[in-house]
């Protein structure tokens, strides 16, 4: 069973939005989630870093996406999320979303695919 869980990914033209939720699921449903992050991957290329958020709500972004998109969690829901605004053809890419639950406890979904139109 995949140890988080990932939604809202699709088709959409350039210009569009989408919002991306991940939220941990089975086992470790349980665990207090210290930090949420979004990355990217797209065939043939490494997996890219997109934006995390601590349990505080302090955030930290790539170049590549500052200011397009917004990183946040619902500590109560244990739900995370990407706001993707202003999406480009460049980011089409599978999206995961890794939980961190403390040290080396890293939790990683399945993957979403994101597919922007021209």
């Known amino acids: 069973q995949v140890p988080v869980v990932e939604s809202g990914g699709g088709l959409v033209q350039a210009g569009g939005s989408l919002r991306l939720s991940c939220t941990p699921s089975g086992k470790i449903f349980g665990i207090v989630v210290m930090a949420w992050s979004w990355y990217r991957q797209v065939p043939g290329h490494q997996r890219e870093f997109l934006a995390s958020?601590?349990?505080?709500?302090?955030?930290s972004y790539a170049d590549s996406v500052k200011g397009r998109f917004t990183i946040s969690r619902d500590n109560a829901k244990k739900l995370g999320f990407l706001q993707m605004d202003s999406l480009k053809p460049d980011d089409t890419a599978v999206y995961y979303c890794?939980?961190?639950?403390?040290?080396?406890?890293?939790?990683w979904g399945q993957g979403t695919q994101v597919t922007v139109s021209s």
């Open positions: 958020i601590r349990r505080d709500g302090s955030s």
């Open positions: 890794r939980i961190n639950a403390g040290a080396a406890a890293n939790y």
